[in-house]
């Protein structure tokens, strides 16, 4: 879906909404009007009554003109504006009859036959908002301005048009406005998610937006006193734990080198090793922080790598590009290479690595024996190999942890001998 489908389906409905209204006042206006100009065509009754009255009696044109003043009819015969009239005119409706000239030449004899075919009619004509009366026969024609008529005017249905119009723009307006807190909560929920503990989800209002961002507020204050009673049980026992294994360690150094002082150590190192762990899975877990992330070189992670495990020289080679970048959380990627290292050493038949960058992949080899179980087995925590003794099966948990909250994969293939896992870092 888009991002603001939501606004999208509200400018949709807008829109069908106003072309709606719009195509139905355009509907009953055309309607309106004409109704009204043929009620007001009409009046061409009037026009060729007083017409044929002045044929029968044979009165003459100033008389018929005379009579026609009395309804307000007045002859355009002598106005310049004549042409004009006839040619840009509105035709707006129009009457056929027959010609009594006709007849009556006809029963002397006189007639011609273009006078029986020559069309004979009153047509209403609407120029410069006013109306007129085409009269024309076989013999003459008549331009008539009717000064007590008008012609449509769409004063009080645009008045309601314009007015629904702005009823809906403002329901249209004050949707969109509601749906401001509603984007300002989207944007607080953002900055929570990303590490903004103190961000306020408070809303004034008695909506059912303002009310959801109320009950957010009331949850991130949860979440934030949990949080500092977590991190704050995690401090207290980390420190209760590290004092007794560290005077636990100091006092087995002062024993003299028995068997049983090498076991005494090596239960305390592996205590501290797995608080450590512990640690750092407590980390991973509590989420990963957007913010922490920037661009390094890969040769500068690795080598941060290398000297948090210790690891010899003689237990690695290394083929990575100096211009390699990666846009990781330092520490914890670092972390991540070191525990793969660890474990493809400890895991090598003969006791080496191979590190290498290719295609969008960070490559570890070994050669040694394969994986006993499907590697999705190794990623859950405190999942090992029978034969790791001295191991929590906390390594590839934590590895795949940290690729997962950077967007990356950890993949494994055994070919040949060899072992081969990898970052897909592209």
């Known amino acids: 879906m888009p991002r603001y489908s939501i606004l999208i389906t509200v400018i949709i409905a807008l829109i069908v909404t106003l072309s709606t209204v719009s195509f139905t006042v355009w509907e009953f206006y055309k309607l309106n009007r004409q109704q009204y100009l043929s009620n007001i065509f009409s009046k061409n009754e009037l026009i060729h009554q007083i017409y044929k009255y002045a044929v029968e009696r044979k009165l003459s044109e100033e008389v018929f003109k005379n009579n026609l003043l009395i309804y307000r009819l007045e002859s355009m015969d002598e106005n310049p504006k004549k042409v004009y009239i006839l040619d840009e005119g509105e035709k707006v409706q129009k009457e056929t009859f ?25 047509e209403m004509i609407v120029y410069e908002e006013k109306v007129y009366f085409h009269l024309k026969t076989s013999a003459e024609g008549f331009l008539l301005k009717a000064s007590d008529l008008e012609p449509y005017r769409m004063g009080n249905l645009l008045y309601a048009y314009m007015t629904i119009v702005w009823i809906i723009l403002f329901s249209f307006f004050y949707i969109l ?58 401090r207290n026992i980390m420190h209760e734990l590290k004092t007794p294994i560290t ?57 941060e790598a290398l000297d948090l495990g210790f690891f010899e020289e003689d237990n690695y080679s290394l083929d990575i590009s100096s211009d390699l970048m990666l846009h990781v959380d330092y520490k914890l990627f670092a972390t991540a290479i070191k ?29 040694g024996k394969g994986l006993d179980e499907p590697l999705s087995y190794y990623l859950e925590p405190f999942t090992k190999s029978h034969k790791a003794v001295h191991s929590f099966g906390l390594g590839l948990y934590i590895v795949n942890s940290i690729l997962e909250s950077h967007g990356y994969e950890l993949k494994y293939e055994y070919l040949n001998g060899w072992n081969r896992f990898w970052f897909e870092i592209s």
């Not at 004034?204 to 500092?228: H, M, P, Q, R, Y």
């Not at 087995?252 to 150590?265: A, F, I, N, P, Q």
């Not at 922080?289 to 070189?297: G, I, L, M, P, V």
């Open 98 to 122: 027959e010609d009594l000239n006709a007849y009556i030449k006809k029963s002397k004899h006189s007639f011609l036959i273009s006078d029986i075919l020559q069309e004979n009619f009153i």
């Open 177 to 234: 406005r509601s749906f401001y807190p509603l984007r300002q909560l989207r944007d607080n929920i953002k900055k929570f998610a990303d590490g903004d503990m103190l961000v306020s989800f408070d809303l004034k209002g008695k909506d059912e937006i303002s009310e959801v961002a109320n009950e957010f507020n009331k949850a991130a204050k949860k979440i934030n006193t949990l949080i500092e009673s977590r991190n704050l049980f995690l």
């Open 339 to 367: 525990n793969m290292i660890d474990n493809a050493i400890k895991y090598s038949d003969d006791k080496k690595v191979i590190i290498t960058a290719r295609e969008g992949k960070l490559l570890f080899e070994n050669y």
């Open 247 to 303: 005077k636990g360690r100091f006092s087995v150094e002062m024993l003299e080198d028995t068997k049983y002082k090498s076991r005494l150590l090596n239960v305390f190192i592996r205590m501290e090793g797995l608080i450590n762990e512990m640690a750092l899975v407590e980390q991973i877990a509590a989420g990963f922080n957007q913010a922490n992330r920037e661009d390094y070189r890969a040769v500068d992670i690795l080598s």
